[in-house]
């Protein structure tokens, strides 16, 4: 498809949903506690035919735009609740269709607490990495994160963590994802987690929309909270960043310098990524379950349908257009190529739907503005 000039980017990362359901019962789940409630008719687990399709279409897709190398991300609800034997077959199932010159890394993306040395054998095997989501000390993630009947999921994730951190299992560790909370400790919440020595810690801004603000976040411009809460931890990571990458400041010092993006977060780098559901059906960006119920539906699936029909729908469109599917507020402003809108379902507002600056605007604003004057105070100091 051309307009103007503009073709669409094919799809890299495939987001397969392994496993429907979850053993947590987090307070800020996308999946279960927001708008869009469809995993209640998904089948919990996908079956061995609709991954052979995952894998046909996959190579198919590789095949039509010579792709070199493609990204399977295993993902849920909870990926380990299929079994390490079940994501085995997948990954295997998944790289024998591939066509030759194609290599499919794989990543398993969990809450850690099935995590066990069985499982992390079959990983090493397969060179599988392991991301594993936890928001802090006992209290910050036990805040959010516990099981259904409430008790701690902590210890089972640090336990986790202490066999990924081996030397033998080290390599497959790619970093911890955690959510904001801003009853957390910034700092507190940051040492927490480089104690389990991270390659990269990535921290995610809760869901939310115009419509359905996130906690705290008022209309006032002025009032700030999540920006001053990461602004605490980068002022406190800043100059000792040799301990581990903080992905969203990266980001940000990238953009400033003129680099782009590789996180949908900010910055305008077109989005290649792709969600298959556990009952085959092809959806953008599960986050949009945020907006409303069915927002993340293109009406395909792998069975039937190529990906090249999703490259085509006006939600993948959108998220591959850059400044062009920007607000004029998000066109004129200072930081808009480094912001980018922020996360795309954030900016939902009824009415003028996509069409808006993020409802985490003034945040990303003044965090994107500290970091700006930080790198140029240094700047300065350096060139006298």
């Known amino acids: 498809m051309l307009k103007d000039g503009w073709r669409p980017r094919p799809f890299r990362q495939f987001l397969l949903k392994v496993h429907s359901r979850c053993n947590l019962a987090c307070d800020y789940c996308y999946v279960y506690t927001l708008a869009d409630q469809s995993w209640r008719s998904k089948p919990m687990v ?3 035919d609709l991954v052979t399709a995952v894998a046909g279409r996959i190579a198919e897709h590789a095949i039509a735009h010579n792709l070199r190398s493609v990204r399977l991300i295993l993902h849920g ?16 199932t998944l790289r024998a269709a591939a066509p030759g010159g194609l290599h499919v890394d794989a990543v398993v993306q969990t809450n850690g607490v099935l995590l066990d040395e069985a499982a992390l054998r079959t990983f090493r095997e397969l060179d599988v990495q392991v991301g594993i989501s936890l928001d802090g000390g006992r209290g910050a993630n036990d805040r959010n994160r516990r099981y259904v009947d409430g008790r701690s999921s902590y210890d089972a994730v640090a336990d986790a963590l202490a066999l990924l951190r081996g030397p033998e299992f080290r390599p497959l560790y790619t970093g911890l994802l955690c959510t904001v909370d801003l009853a957390n400790d910034p700092v507190e919440t940051y040492e927490s987690l480089v104690q389990f020595e991270p390659p990269m810690v990535d921290f995610l801004l809760p ?8 906690p705290y976040r008022s209309s ?14 980068f002022d406190h990571w800043y100059g000792r960043s040799g301990e581990t990458v903080v992905r969203l400041f990266q980001e940000i010092v990238t953009l400033m310098l003129g680099g782009a993006s590789a996180s949908e977060a900010v910055g305008l780098t077109p989005s290649t990524l ?4 556990t009952d085959g059906t092809i959806e953008q960006t599960d986050s949009l379950k945020v907006v409303r119920h069915g927002a993340p539906v293109t009406g395909l699936n792998v069975v039937d349908h190529p990906f090249d029909l999703a490259l085509t729908h006006p939600g993948m469109v959108a998220r591959q257009l850059g400044a062009d599917a920007l607000s004029d507020t998000c066109r004129d402003c200072r930081f808009g190529r480094v912001c980018g809108a922020g996360l795309y379902p954030h900016r939902y507002r009824p009415g003028t739907g996509f069409l808006n600056p993020s409802v985490y605007c003034p945040d990303l604003y003044r965090l994107i503005g500290h970091i700006h004057n930080r790198l140029v105070g240094d700047l300065r100091r350096a060139s006298r």
């Open 46 to 48: 996908m079956a061995p």
């Open 207 to 214: 869901h939310g929309t115009w419509e359905s603000p996130p």
């Open 220 to 233: 006032d411009p002025a009032n700030t909270p999540y920006g001053d809460w990461l602004i605490a931890v």
């Open 274 to 277: 792709v969600v298959i559901e």
């Open 77 to 92: 609800g909870e990926p380990l609740l299929a079994g390490h034997a079940y994501l085995r077959k997948v990954v295997e």
